[in-house]
């Protein structure tokens, strides 16, 4: 089947089999690897990406059902070459050692703060509850977000 | 790896699109909603359809709203429009109570309410939570409408009363005054299946309970409910002994099994103590004086 789905603002029309998940159409289609394929089982939250507005699992989703639809992923946080807060949090805090969950934490972090600018290091925890790290013990994820909170795009 | 077999994909565009994909496409096809129960099911074979049928286009059926003295609920509502309802929560704390704990936040956003129902595992919360406020649930077929009453919608785990070429379109609830209800877990961790959970809906005429409803997931009751438990507390005084004695009933009547989550006899102890509680802060709602 013709899937049609608009990436991080870019359109993209292929062909698919209906069965094809869509992180794998996003990594092995597309080439954007920023997304991660992780559990395979909604469980870790390594493949976070935003459907529309709404951030998904997009190991269990089909490329399918996001046709149509707008998709953002990590490589489309940064605007113009200028970091997105979320991703400047991570980097200013030390938010990440391996990375493999950075990207799903930054989605979520994003979407969270777009709803509540302001988020307690309490809703911060929820927001990001179904994603695991298995790296920093979540404090410096958590300071990541705060810091995006703190400071607009495109401070130095 | 883990993907699903080959199978053939079909977008609704509309509920009569979906109920003539259904006749056209035979037993052997499934309707996909949010499919965070069906694509992990289809990843392991224990879910092999011929045919998908993708309803997430029908806007029809995502809704919340208060029509003649009932809360509507759209079976395509995502997890997390009914934890954002203002008005589920103001009617039915319990819906609240249950949200806030299955599974978790990203999952929410996209599982779905109706799919939830209709995948009738046996330790689904809302399961439960819909036995406790007898709802009533709307399915529609090639030759029209039926309502079920909540109680009756399963027939076994994973089995519904929900025929090919069937689809379950809206719960409803009635509201009705002096109500309060809650929805108590125990999980391993967050965002796991329950090792027990119970829901309690009260409704009060002074002191003495008029009216209650008691859901049970996870435990083996039959109908995700405990109605030997119901029937003592009908007309019994609003008491922490009538609550303790309906516990009691609760566990005696539900069928636990030991598995990776614990034993069948803590189950059992979870099934009283959980109704309890349950009971409890639903009559403290109930009166208007609990959070």
Known sequence: ?156 | MQVPAYVEYEKATSVEHALGLLARFGPEARILAGGHSLIPMMKLRLAQPETLIDINGLGELSYLRETDGELRIGALTRHAQLLDSPAAGRHFAILHDAERVIADPIVRNWGTVGGSLCQADPSEDLSAAFAALKATMLIQGPGGSRTVPAREFHTGPYETVVAPGELLTEIRIAIRPGGGSAYEKVGRRVGDWPVGAAGAAVWLAGDTIADAGIGLTAVGARHFAAAEAEEFLRGAPATGASFARAGEIAAGHCRPTSDQRGPADYKRHLASELTIRALRRAVLRARGTGA
């Not at chain 1, 089947?1 to 990436?7: G, N, S």
């Not at chain 1, 996003?26 to 935003?50: I, M």
């Open chain 1, 1 to 156: 089947m013709q899937v049609t789905m608009h990436v991080n603002g870019v359109t993209h029309t292929r062909e698919v089999e209906p069965r094809l998940l869509l992180i794998h159409f996003l990594r092995d289609e597309l080439r954007l690897t920023g997304s991660h394929w992780g559990c395979d089982t909604s469980n870790c939250g390594a493949c976070v990406v935003w459907l529309d507005e709404t951030p998904v699992k997009s190991c269990t989703v089909l490329a399918a059902m996001a046709d149509g639809h707008r998709v953002l992923t990590v490589e489309g946080l940064e605007r113009g070459g200028v970091l997105d807060p979320i991703q400047q949090g991570f980097a200013e805090c030390h938010g990440l050692q391996c990375g493999f969950c950075t990207p799903g934490m930054m989605l979520t972090g994003r979407w969270l703060l777009d709803h509540d600018p302001d988020p307690s290091p309490a809703a911060i925890r929820e927001a990001l509850s179904g994603q695991i790290c298995r790296c920093t013990g979540y404090e410096n994820i958590v300071r990541s977000v705060r810091w995006a909170a703190e400071h607009a795009a495109g401070t130095p």
